[in-house]
């Protein structure tokens, strides 16, 4: 998979049965040669799915003759029609194979929109590698965190120093109301001297 994805080279890698599956009949056999100037993949269909897939590779120094290859498959599996697909100007140095359909790789790449490959299109790179994304991250994270914790012990001082003021006027309000009382108590045992002090008629 990492050898695809090296020669994906971070586009789409467009597999060729994705490439010729329009051109799959969904009855009967069918077969595609899907030539490359090292090489050439014979997909083998049946039903419109595909059973099987063979790559051949040049010999050293030479092309591929897919017309070769097709005569060395034993007689089961040139069973059905042919299409063979090359880049147009490999079209013109293949030897013919009777009844077979030829058609250049061009057609079928332009006519495709929009791939869906074995691996996504790579989207633009970040501009801070992924490492030095998480650090901040966690940094902001931690600074948020911080923050949150520093306006709680601010709300709790405030609460704090709110109840204390509360409690001070409370008791301000008790020593009050008992000078208040003491003082009544001292009217009222004087007057209660200069009342029984009054001479009596």
Same mark, same amino acid.
């Given at each position: #998979? ?9 586009? &789409? ?7 010729? %599956? ?32 063979? =790559? ?7 092309r591929l003759?897919?017309? +070769?290859?097709?005569a060395r ?7 059905? &029609? ?9 079209? %013109? ?41 998480? =650090?901040?991250? *966690?940094?902001?994270?931690? +600074? ?18 709110? @109840? *204390?003021? @509360?409690?001070?006027?409370?008791? #301000?309000?008790?020593?009050? %109301?008992l000078a ?7 009217? @009222? ?8 002090? #009054?001479?009596?008629?």
């Amino acid at each position: #998979m990492e050898a695809y994805r090296a020669a994906a080279g971070g586009r &789409p890698l467009v597999l060729p049965y994705q490439l010729v %599956s329009a051109r799959v009949p969904r009855r009967g056999p069918f077969r595609v040669w899907f030539c490359r100037e090292r090489w050439a993949e014979l997909l083998v269909y049946r039903d419109g799915l595909l059973v099987s897939s063979t =790559v051949r590779r040049a010999p050293r120094g030479r092309r591929l003759d897919p017309g +070769a290859e097709e005569a060395r498959l034993p007689a089961e599996q040139r069973i059905g &029609p042919l299409l063979v697909v090359a880049a147009g100007g490999e079209l %013109s140095l293949l030897e013919r194979i009777d009844g077979a359909e030829y058609l250049p790789l061009e057609s079928i790449a332009i006519g495709r929109r929009g791939p869906d490959g074995l691996f996504a299109a790579a989207g633009r790179r970040p501009f801070l590698p992924a490492r030095v994304r998480i =650090v901040l991250l *966690a940094a902001a994270v931690l +600074a948020l965190g911080l923050l949150l914790f520093f306006k709680h012990v601010r709300q709790v001082e405030h609460r704090s120093r709110r @109840l *204390a003021e @509360l409690a001070e006027a409370m008791d #301000m309000d008790v020593r009050a %109301s008992l000078a208040r009382r003491q003082e009544t108590e001292a009217l @009222l045992a004087e007057r209660a001297r200069l009342v029984e002090g #009054m001479p009596r008629d």
